[in-house]
């Protein structure tokens, strides 16, 4: 389905959105925004994130903005339905990591103007960091303390983690990085929240291919990169079968290789296979990577912008057309989009392809002048942006999306559009 260049929704509800738009610029918006847009919009914005229920679609991605204790609290006030947490570097027993190279600290970042090769200008950030570089210890501390930020607030705290990864020379898999810091980070998660539904709620855990992880020796093998994404869901869940509430939800971060879009397509047709271990979710799909591009002196940078959601777009849309032709009979798994996403018609042309969750990262970085709210945190301007700007908000796309589909209006959900690709 292709999306028009401007909505076409009724005259009432372009001028409640420029209404709203205006007015919360100045003043801020609902305290539940969710209860706002249901009952003076009719519209439902409930989702999922690895199959479990959100209060709305939108996410924090993983990185240096969910790193703190104090970045989580600004977005469990701003009302985000989840935050993905930094991505840990998993380590065994005694502290060895294998993917140690990935713990370097971000000294510096540069957020700037990115034009694609469309001709579509947009938003990066560049920074040479790349996972967690403290201890273990203080991000099991994060994520206690993440969780007790968000207890009854709705928004869901994701832990991330990089794994280990054999390269092409390897043959063994480092199973005691895998069993000891799963094990660690579900006991952290679960004493973060002592309300009565903790122990019954399954916990998400994003396993990060870096997009970094493009430029690395270890992902120059087609085939030894289509092993990760077979072996590591059944890891995670072996390190933690059998132990009391150990239910959690494995999803893979999806990064995008320097192959070409075929291997692309060949990643997703290889997490839908018949006979592997799953994952219960995956997101789909985190920056490119730039092998000559230097920053800081670092040769190899990742970039997003326009390129990077042409690119999963084309993809996405190459796999739904696989399904079609039954090339996956699989049921299709939950996904969560990220990539460019700066706009809420972005948001919802992935929605359109099937995404139930959307991560953001970069588009919290903008410089203010870009966001039209006065007040509040930087997470409730951009999310005011994304929500009610009247030519590319979410809401105003909903409605022309769900009207050109001829989808039920009382209410409009959210999860209708999303779900409408694989029907």
């Known amino acids: ?19 709203d738009y205006e007015r ?34 939108w996410g924090k991605a993983s990185g240096q903005l969910s790193m703190t204790a104090r970045q989580v609290e600004e977005d469990v006030a701003a009302g985000m339905g989840f935050v ?52 273990f210890d203080e991000y099991l501390k994060l994520i206690g303390d ?20 054999p390269s092409s020379e390897e043959s063994e898999w480092r199973k ?29 855990l994003e396993k990060d291919f870096s997009p970094t992880l493009a430029g690395s020796d270890r992902a120059s093998a087609q085939e030894k990169i289509l092993e990760w994404l077979r072996v590591v869901p059944r890891l995670v869940r072996e390190a933690v079968q059998g132990r009391p509430n ?16 075929e291997f692309q397509l060949a990643m997703l047709k290889a997490i839908h296979a018949a006979g592997v271990d799953r994952p219960d979710f995956y997101v789909y799909a985190n920056r490119l990577f ?15 912008g326009p390129d990077l959601s042409d690119r999963n777009l084309r993809v996405l849309d190459r796999f739904t057309e696989a399904r079609n032709r039954s090339e996956v009979v699989e049921p299709p798994i939950n996904f969560s989009a990220t990539g460019n996403i700066a706009t809420g018609r972005m948001a919802v042309e992935y929605a359109l392809r099937g995404a139930t969750s959307f991560q953001l990262h970069t588009y919290f970085q903008l410089p203010a002048d870009q966001y039209s709210m006065k007040v509040g945190n930087r ?45």
């Open 1 to 19: 389905m292709t999306i028009p260049k401007s909505p076409a929704i009724p005259e009432k509800i372009q001028q409640a959105v420029q209404r």
């Open 24 to 57: 919360f610029a100045e003043r801020g918006g609902p305290t539940i925004l969710e209860d706002y847009l249901l009952e003076d919009y009719g519209l439902d914005i409930s989702a999922e994130y690895a199959g479990l229920p959100l209060k709305n679609p």
């Open 84 to 135: 993905a947490l930094k991505s840990v570097i998993a380590e065994d027993p005694t502290g060895n990591q294998s993917m140690g190279a990935w713990a370097i600290q971000e000294a510096r970042m540069v957020t700037e103007r990115i034009l694609g090769q469309s001709g579509e200008t947009g938003w990066t950030v560049t920074w040479k960091g790349r996972g967690w570089w403290q201890s």
């Open 146 to 165: 993440a969780r007790r930020l968000a207890s009854g607030s709705g928004t869901m705290i994701v832990p991330s983690c990089k794994y280990h990864l």
């Open 176 to 204: 005691e990085e895998y069993e000891y810091t799963t094990q660690k980070i579900l006991e952290a998660w679960q004493s973060g929240d002592q309300s009565s539904t903790a122990s019954s709620t399954p916990m998400a």
């Open 246 to 261: 150990g239910d959690i939800r494995i999803g893979l971060k999806m990064f995008n290789a320097l192959f070409d879009d």
């Open 290 to 304: 730039a092998p000559d591009r230097e920053f800081d002196g670092h040769k190899g940078v990742a970039f997003g």
């Open 379 to 423: 997470t409730q301007r951009a999310l005011h942006e994304l929500y009610f700007h009247p030519e590319t908000g979410f809401i105003v796309w909903l409605f022309d999306t769900a009207l050109r589909m001829g989808l039920p209006s009382k209410p409009l959900r959210f999860m209708d559009v999303a779900r409408t690709t694989w029907q």
